[in-house]
């Protein structure tokens, strides 16, 4: 039994050291799948400065009519705008019958403030003939008038209405009306406020040209 047992193991041992000792077969190389390179983005290439934003101008709002009579009527006042006559001598001819009735107001009242303002005769005092007066000027001609001397005043008398001057100046913020007295032609100068029509002054008109 020995012997059959010492031949099969020496027989095991030899199988098993060819098993051992048998090249084994190389590993398979790994299979890698293609990889696609990414695809670079791109970044839009920025183009010229753009145009800055054009802003719409700002509407100009024009003064209001109320706002430009009341700043022209100051103007006119304090003696910075005064209308000048284009055609001295000549009289305005109306336009319709409004027109016509707005240029009678003003002569009228033309001739009511040279009237008054008349040399009065030695029965009337100073304080009397300023109450007449005052009234019919605008503010800034009673600071002018106040305190003449009626007695210093030329005439005496209003004999008649010229007419209307015409001016450069619209005719709400000034108007020049031509009266005759006994001492010559006045220019009286008036304006439109909300009190009515009032006088800013009254002069004699200067000698035409070349007059002697």
Known sequence: MRRLLVPALIAALLLLGWWLLRPQPADPAPTTEPTTAPTPTTT?????????PTTAPEPTTPASAD????DAQEDLEL??????PVAPGESVVARDERQAAELATYERAAAAFLEAFARPNGDVTPEQWWARVEP???????????GVDPQAVPYT??????????TDAPAHLLTIARVQTDAGVYLVEMMTGPEGVRVAR??????PVGAL
């Open 79 to 84: 003696g910075e705008s005064e209308g000048e």
């Open 44 to 52: 839009p290439t920025p183009s010229a400065d753009p145009a800055p």
């Open 67 to 70: 706002t430009e009579l009341e």
């Open 136 to 146: 019919l000027l605008t503010e800034q001609g009673q600071q002018d008038y106040a």
């Open 157 to 166: 008398q209003v004999l008649a209405s010229l007419g209307i001057v015409p």
């Open 202 to 207: 009254a002069t004699p008109e200067p000698a």
